[in-house]
């Protein structure tokens, strides 16, 4: 396996920093053993940068781990229509009505396709501002001496003819397979500053020199991107409050693999002015009583080595849970991990006949996702005929049977396919808290030649249609929403949500499967680990609304759990982590902050549309 770097650096515009946050990368990425391609002041044009990107996206073999990385300002601009654009900005870049000289956003969405088709191993760094819906622009109040990297600019005949030839975008709602480290949420801006580096003042960006700082922390190589994104943006927002810097696509990667954590829930500990506190929320799960375990800065796990403190949930506010510690063994540091230790999600019924399997009826036993029931009472029932395995799933009609091998692997297997089914019906199940039942309404259809044929409750869908679907804001506040997708294989997907402070007005709406305003559709498919004899199975659409924002990545799951032994889910981990060794049912609390719950239900069917 090979490992390349693309480093780019547009250091115009009042720039100062591109330069030497480019040099700082060549420097850490050469230590992990990537080959390091530089493109600086006249490598960084706008037809020099695309010649060093394909020529990577030729050069590079499946399995190679590659990293592209820019640092400069990002641009933005908007038609009368509303409609936006993003673009990068090179070092050739010049304001000019006639031709357009960045590189727009669905340009590099085009690239990156061609990227991870060719390896799925890709992180993307992007140091500028990631301007996009609601962007305040420079003219925001910043810290002193800091300066912003971003550029608005007038919608023109150049920008409108270039967006017209510019590819389609290859994802809708972004590349699932490279992870994104981002200076910043879509509503804000990136800065850089003079900053003290051994013994000199040098300016770099804010992002850039945080990330170099937690990269070259002792055990980092253990961290996944969530972690090293959770450390990164406590140091950034020490500096420059309205920025925070996010991850996107596969995040719980461990750096620079396709290797994911098996603990994506934990949530950082931080200091709320002077007190302790977590960043946790109650649509996760956290509530005023609840426990987390607090480890020592650099540790990815709960050990008896690792464990510092007990922080216990006093508060909520917002994405702020206010804390107190006991059992310190010492003080826990700020940027440290801390674990949950309770669930609000309730158990599958699940029951066994046949032989006896001592692991399999442990894991059971074990698990907090699931509870062992008579048969009449279960969900799931898991028969030993033979040497198979067969799990059988009562909550369609009809039911619907998996054969897996009688062996370990096999009984591992089903225990896995059972809770994903659960932590997917948990998803189903959960409550309101605090918003009305009517403060989202809900509408969908399917697009067919770029117009929307709507659907109402029960009407079914076939595989290959494309659904949109649209949530609207009922409320008189603004509100962050989030559409999560429920597969007919309890697959769970977030499929598009708004950023930190992009909240969805009163009145307005959330549409997904919309490209500029023309319907699109999402393409519904059908599950790799499940036969289409099977017939019609149910899947969902699950509209989350809150009064605060949080991250909703940790209820993903991958699109298949296949047949191999590879890493668990997020949401797996996640709920069974929350869950270990505590009661299921905390009870009622008061909703300090408010969420609400919508769902689309709706039979797929397996056949295709007819061409």
């Not at 020490?238 to 750096?255: I, K, W």
């Not at 297997?413 to 009517?438: C, N, Q, S, T, Y």
């Not at 989202?440 to 770029?450: M, N, Q, R, T, V």
Request: charged content about 25%.
């Amino acid at each position: 396996m090979n490992r390349y770097a693309l480093l780019i650096g547009s250091q115009i515009l009042g720039l100062h920093g591109p330069h030497h946050d480019v040099a700082a990368m060549g420097v850490l990425l050469s230590r992990r053993g990537f080959e390091i391609t530089q493109c600086i002041e006249a490598k960084a044009t706008r037809g020099e940068i695309l010649v060093a990107y394909r020529a990577l996206i030729h050069r590079v073999k499946p399995g190679d781990a590659v990293v592209v990385y820019y640092s400069g300002h990002g641009g933005y601009a908007e038609d009368r229509t509303g409609r936006r654009v993003q673009y990068l900005l090179p070092t050739d870049w010049v304001e000019d009505e006639d031709v357009f000289h960045g590189i727009i956003d669905a340009e590099l969405a085009d690239l990156l396709a061609q990227l991870t088709g060719a390896t799925p191993n890709v992180t993307v760094i992007l140091d500028c501002c990631h301007a996009s819906l609601l962007s305040r622009g420079p003219g925001a109040a910043v810290p002193a001496g800091i300066v912003a990297r971003v550029v608005p600019s007038k919608w023109t005949k150049g920008i409108a003819a270039h967006v017209a030839r510019a590819p389609v975008r290859a994802h809708v709602t972004g590349n699932p397979h490279a992870v994104r480290l981002v200076a910043t949420e879509a509503d804000r801006e990136a800065f850089e500053a003079d900053q003290h580096i051994d013994g000199m003042w040098v300016r770099r960006g804010l992002f850039t020199r945080a990330l170099e700082r937690v990269l070259e922390e002792p055990g980092a190589g253990a961290l996944s991107w969530r972690g090293v994104c959770n450390r990164v943006r406590e140091q950034v927002r020490a500096r420059a409050r309205t920025q925070r810097p996010s991850v996107e696509g596969p995040a719980d990667r461990t750096l620079f693999t396709t290797s994911e954590v098996t603990r994506p829930d934990a949530v950082v500990y931080f200091e709320h002015d002077g007190a302790p506190a977590l960043r946790a929320s109650r649509i996760l799960g956290a509530r005023v009583g609840i426990e987390y375990d607090i480890v020592r800065r650099g540790e990815t796990a709960v050990t008896p080595a690792s464990r510092v403190a007990t922080a216990t949930i006093t508060a909520l506010e917002g994405s702020t849970a206010h804390v107190v510690l006991s059992d310190l063994t010492e003080p826990p540091q700020v940027g440290s991990l801390a674990f949950p230790r309770q669930s609000p999600f309730p158990a599958m019924p699940v029951a066994l006949i046949g032989r006896d399997h001592p692991m399999l009826r442990d894991r059971v036993l074990a698990s907090t996702l699931v509870d062992l029931v008579a048969p009449e009472l279960a969900r799931f029932v898991v028969e030993t005929v033979d040497r198979t395995l067969v799990l059988t799933d009562h909550g369609e009609r009809p039911p619907c049977s998996f054969r897996m091998t009688d062996d370990p692997h096999g009984r591992t297997l089903a225990m896995r396919w059972i809770e994903r089914w659960a932590k997917a019906e948990a998803l189903r199940a959960l409550p309101p808290g605090g918003l009305a039942d009517d403060a989202l309404e809900l509408s969908w259809g399917h697009a067919s030649a770029g117009k929307l044929v709507t659907r109402g409750p029960g009407d079914p869908f076939r595989v290959g249609e494309r659904i949109c679907l649209y949530a609207k804001n009922t409320t008189r506040k603004p509100l962050y929403m989030w559409v999560i997708d429920i597969g007919v294989c309890g697959e769970v997907t977030v499929v598009s949500g708004v950023a930190e402070g992009q909240t969805i007005r009163s009145g307005a709406t959330l549409a997904i499967g919309e490209d500029s305003g023309v319907p699109v559709g999402l393409e519904l498919t059908w599950s790799a680990d499940l036969g289409r004899e099977v017939g019609p199975r149910r899947e969902s659409f699950v509209v989350l609304a809150a009064d605060h924002w949080v991250d909703v990545s940790v209820f993903e799951t991958p699109v298949s759990l296949g047949h191999g032994k590879g890493q668990a889910s997020p949401l797996e981990d996640l709920l069974r982590s929350i869950g270990a060794g505590t009661p299921r049912d905390l009870g009622p609390q008061r909703a300090v902050q408010a969420y609400g719950v919508a769902r689309v239900d709706f039979d797929l069917d397996p056949r295709p549309v007819p061409a």
